[in-house]
């Protein structure tokens, strides 16, 4: 068995776990996604350590983190989004965030989540599942909560939003190993997420088929037709505008998931 590289992180005990990747390109790619402070670096840098890349997105002026782990010797590289309340407004920021899962098609994404404010976090969450279903929530901030009297009944809460849901503190440590072995039993496909969505309205539904159709017509092989599909209907002219102008179908073509070598961002929707 391998031994710990980092025996502070793992408290010492035997394991498989390892920061950095080493030269390794990564077998899977984890992004984390989470509304302002609600710990995203915290938890990035705990599971990265100091081996980390940091640079923009290209062509933006958004700061890109990237790092990775090695765990029971799967190689996983992080990606740390920018910390964003929606994916839907027209924010530098929100942009990148939309367009890498949309496009880069992480392995997993794990949405970390502020555990004395569940509710307003939730909104992000909603979101992420809409474009992926490998999605996993992090209540971080466990150790604030517990001061304030708040409590967080995570085997309710997996179940009511059918995703695994760990808790953790970023300061303690706590719960973090957890969240290793949840992004590993996600990512090779032993444990699959299924996110509950509200029930869709069969009008709607019909409507959102057609228009996937003829989405698919227009972009052959376009990732998350629907996705986009919601986003006409709601009269999105930036998303309408991308699609017939072929930007969309660009921006698929070069965001593809960065298993070799770094993934590339940029073009505006
Ligand atoms: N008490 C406590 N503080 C935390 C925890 N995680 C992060 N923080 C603190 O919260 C602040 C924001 O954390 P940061 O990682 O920068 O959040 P980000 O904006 O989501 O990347 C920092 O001061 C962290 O030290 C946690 O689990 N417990
Ligand atoms: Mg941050």
């Given at each position: 068995m391998e031994r710990c590289g980092d025996c502070q992180a793992c408290g010492g005990?035997?394991?498989v776990f390892r920061r950095g990747l080493k030269e390794r390109e990564p077998d899977y790619v984890v992004a984390l996604a989470g509304n302002p402070n609600t710990g995203k670096s915290s938890i990035f840098n705990w599971l990265t350590g100091l081996h980390q890349h940091v640079g923009n997105w290209p062509g933006k002026t958004v700061s890109r983190a990237e790092g990775g782990f090695v765990y029971q010797g799967r190689a996983y590289r992080l990606v740390d989004l920018p910390g964003t309340y929606?994916?839907?407004?027209?924010?530098e920021d929100e942009e990148v965030a939309r367009n890498y899962l949309l496009f880069g098609r992480p392995d997993v994404a794990v949405v970390v989540a502020d555990a004395t404010a569940l509710e307003r976090n939730l909104n992000l969450f909603f979101q992420v599942i809409e474009i992926l279903p490998d999605v996993i929530l992090a209540v971080n901030l466990m150790d604030e909560a517990r001061r304030k009297g708040l409590q967080v009944d995570t085997r309710k809460l997996a179940q009511r939003l059918g995703v695994p849901v760990v808790a953790t503190s970023a300061r303690t440590g706590e719960g973090l190993m957890e969240l290793v072995d949840t992004i590993d039993r996600v990512a090779t496909g032993v444990l699959r997420p299924q996110p509950k969505r509200p029930d869709p309205d069969p009008e709607l539904e019909s409507a959102v088929n057609r228009l996937v159709e003829k989405i698919l017509q227009l972009a052959?092989?376009?990732?998350?037709a629907r996705w986009v599909a919601y986003r006409l209907l709601e009269g999105d002219l930036r998303i309408q505008r991308a699609l017939l102008e072929g930007e969309l179908l660009e921006l698929a073509r070069r965001e593809r998931k960065p298993v070799r070598g770094v993934s590339v961002l940029s073009g505006k929707i």
């Open positions: 005990s035997e394991t929606s994916l839907l407004s027209a924010s052959p092989g376009l990732p998350n």
